[in-house]
């Protein structure tokens, strides 16, 4: 089989075909049509596939099938759907400029390449690749592709034993550093719910906020980050040690400490809404609006003359715990195994995420089973009538370590920007060690 991305000016094209496509909306598309040239899948094709996800939206998959092992790596990517067409992107002396912080194309390349040298090379691992659009990624397309994985798992007998993702990594050594995140910080999604509120009383929140990062970092807990969204806060929250109720409890305290404020759970809210009202008029507002029109109806109905001094709290699914098990001695190895061949070939040091460089693995059946039981978490994600749940088959069969080996990127003025031989060269040849050493018995 003959190289499509071999040589730069290729992979330089490839890039910028992709750029072109998730500005134009056409990623899927477009990464079904460029992995539809390699010969492989020409002659597979049925090993090539669009699956679909929320919303009309469509995913892609593509799996390289070796004769001689079960043992599978999963790429795992995302890509932009929500850009507008003002994003711009250029390369010049050897780096990419681009004008969003966002490198899902660099990302997507890295694992094109990737997958095409393990089919030259025929490599004895089997490679899946799987692309999904980002705003769906995390939210309503996570039980289809969790279903698509279990799938295929049971349809070709793939034993998976590892998932890499490539997003974006920042560092401030432009030269010797690249971080990679081993295995998944847990992470929840909260908003507060803020439309009726002053811009003075969402200055104080978020500086109270700021406050509770700065205690929870101290603490080596975890971090928060806080930015304003469709007139709603955001907090992410990275948790590394503490049980996610801690941190809620610390962000509940924190915020009620403003007296002109009352800070309530959508649970109190739903609550209070269905004894006034009914089950069945909760069902229609769920049905007819988005979340932001929902609360905001709800808080009109059941607090007419307190609701501009009320902050509701909710989550966004799902909720990713971080969990130690067994693995995470086998993912230190693997990591060894890079760390020599960065600083051999590259004179590049491997700087583990987090700092104290014990991976953390997402085990997916092991939080699921605590998210069963976490029902202030479920009782606080609004507009679902029914529980999110995934079976329990599905994620036995994801029981694998997650790690992001991404490119890093600098701001520099109006862009940001990624080194060229980094992701053509550098990270593939990571991705590589780490798959074969995933692979070894």
Same mark, same amino acid.
């Given at each position: ?55 009309? *939206? ?25 850009? =507008? ?27 094109? %390449? ?57 560092? =401030? ?41 700065? =205690? ?59 004894? *006034? ?10 049905? =007819? ?21 009320? %902050? ?18 086998? %993912? ?51 507009? *679902? ?57």
């Amino acid at each position: 089989m003959e190289s499509i991305w071999g040589q730069s000016n290729h992979r330089t094209q490839l890039f910028t075909d992709l750029c072109q496509s998730e500005r134009n909306h056409r990623m899927s598309y477009s990464i079904y049509q460029q992995l539809y040239q390699l010969d492989y899948f020409q002659t597979h094709d049925y090993l090539l596939q669009y699956f679909d996800i929320a919303d009309n *939206q469509t995913g892609v998959a593509a799996l390289y099938k070796s004769n001689s092992s079960d043992h599978t790596t999963v790429l795992l990517n995302y890509y932009d759907d929500q850009l =507008s067409d003002t994003m711009e992107f250029k390369v010049n002396k050897g780096k990419f400029y681009y004008n969003v912080p966002s490198f899902t194309p660099s990302s997507i390349m890295i694992h094109m %390449v990737v997958l095409e040298q393990a089919i030259i090379s025929k490599i004895e691992t089997n490679i899946l690749f799987v692309s999904i659009p980002r705003s769906y990624a995390p939210i309503a397309s996570m039980s289809d592709l969790m279903a698509l994985l279990y799938e295929l798992k049971a349809e070709y007998q793939l034993d998976y034993r590892a998932f890499i993702s490539s997003e974006m990594n920042e560092s =401030s050594d432009k030269d010797k550093i690249l971080p990679i995140a081993l295995g998944a910080m847990g992470k929840i999604n909260i908003k507060l719910h803020t439309n009726h509120l002053k811009d003075k009383q969402i200055k104080r929140l978020k500086q109270r906020v700021a406050l509770l990062n700065d =205690s929870l970092l101290f603490e080596q807990d975890g971090m928060v980050k806080t930015t304003i969204h469709d007139d709603e806060l955001l907090l992410e929250v990275m948790h590394y040690r503490s049980k996610p109720k801690k941190i809620i409890n610390e962000l509940e305290k924190v915020l009620n400490e403003d007296t002109s404020l009352q800070m309530i759970n959508f649970e109190t809210l739903k609550h209070d809404f269905i004894k *006034q009202y009914s089950k069945e008029k909760y069902k229609k507002f769920v049905k =007819s609006n988005t979340v932001p029109n929902l609360i905001d109806k709800m808080l009109m109905k059941v607090y007419p003359k307190r609701y501009k001094h009320i %902050v509701v709290l909710y989550f966004l699914k799902p909720y990713f715990p971080a969990t130690e098990t067994e693995l995470t001695k086998k %993912v230190k190895r693997w990591m060894k195994t890079i760390k020599k061949r960065a600083n051999k070939l590259f004179n590049r040091n491997i700087k583990a995420i987090p700092q104290n460089e014990q991976p953390l693995v997402l085990n997916l059946a092991d939080f699921q089973y605590k998210l069963k039981q976490h029902e202030f978490y479920h009782n606080n994600i609004p507009g *679902q009538l029914t529980k999110p749940a995934l079976k329990k088959e599905y994620l036995k069969a994801m029981h694998a370590p997650l790690l992001n080996i991404g490119p890093v990127i600098h701001s520099e003025g109006t862009y940001y920007t990624v080194n060229v031989d980094q992701i053509f060269n550098e990270i593939p040849m990571y991705i590589h060690s780490l798959i074969k050493a995933s692979s070894d018995h």
